[in-house]
């Protein structure tokens, strides 16, 4: 397994892109962490002197005001700490779902695999965004309840892969060792099967997180997720669209944050894919 991981490192490190796509990644979290530091204005903080007005390096507002006057730098960086917060949240519940039921129904098999993938392609058939509503619907919006319910909803593909790569290597020699010992479904499943197929779940995690971040943003500019006086990307986002003849900047700052921010997650995660491809080594 180091050996696995030793060389994906070495090929990340090859990877130009990749590089650049996570230097960028980890700048904009440090940036959201001790960016409120260097900034004297507070998110929610209202200064009816500069109202909409518009991005000036030489003035407090670094990035301009929305139509309220508060800081839109500090607002798009705590939108982006929070659209964060839920993409990685919402896959590490995905991640635990998917594992552990893909776990299951690839290594027990027979009628077991053939009721959980059943049960899996009736929920895929079903729009995923009317079982987030139902749920915010039911127990109200809460901000933690929301990354519970999307990574809820979220981890079927997850599934699907973690079957596929269990029914490869069920009847490897290891595997077979382990029956012969007399270790139990929950041991093979949690010591040897989880292990081996830990690569391309970490590939398809990295992918998940721009996803649900998109996900979140949707929802939040439908006004279905994060509520005022919270916000994230998506928040800020819907609030810029209604200004984006006036003030197009309230668009454009968390907008080219988000792209941004979208764009270096799917390079990295490709770069991942490319290292941890045992095709490629």
């Known amino acids: 397994m180091s050996g696995l991981f030793d060389d994906a490192a070495r090929r990340l490190r090859s990877n130009p892109g990749a590089l650049c796509a996570m230097f960028i990644i980890l700048s904009m979290v440090a940036l959201t962490l001790i960016g409120p530091w260097f900034n004297p204005n507070g998110g929610e903080a ?11 390096l030489q003035s407090a507002h670094w990035f301009g005001t929305d139509r309220l006057g508060r800081d839109l730098f500090a607002r798009t960086l705590q939108g982006t700490r929070v659209s964060l917060a839920v993409g990685l949240v919402a896959s590490a519940v995905s991640l635990l779902v998917g594992i552990g039921y893909g776990g299951v129904a690839g290594y027990v098999g027979g009628r ?21 509503i139902f749920l915010t619907v039911i ?8 990354f519970l319910s999307i990574g809820a909803v979220g981890w079927l593909t997850m599934a ?3 079957r596929g790569q269990t029914l490869s290597i069920r009847q490897r020699e290891f595997i077979e060792a382990a029956v012969a010992s007399g270790a139990g479904t929950a041991r093979i499943i949690a010591k040897h099967v989880i292990p081996n197929v830990i690569g391309p779940v970490i590939v398809y995690a990295t992918l998940t997180v721009p ?8 929802l939040s500019f439908l006004g279905l997720g994060i509520q005022e006086p919270r916000a994230s990307l998506g928040t800020l986002i819907a609030e810029g ?11 454009l700052v968390p907008g080219g944050f988000l792209a941004v921010l979208l764009l270096c997650l799917n390079i990295f995660g490709d770069g991942l894919r490319d290292a941890l491809d045992v095709k490629e080594r």
């Open 160 to 162: 699907r892969i973690v």
């Open 241 to 251: 669209a209604g200004e984006m003849e006036a003030a197009p900047w309230i668009l």
């Open 46 to 56: 209202l200064d009816w002197s500069h109202v909409a007005s518009q991005p000036a």
């Open 139 to 146: 127990f109200g919006r809460n901000e933690y309840l929301l």
């Open 211 to 218: 996803q649900i971040i998109m996900f979140e943003s949707f």
């Open 112 to 132: 077991t695999d053939h009721v959980m993938m059943r049960i899996i392609e009736i929920l895929s058939g079903l729009p995923l965004i009317f079982f987030v």
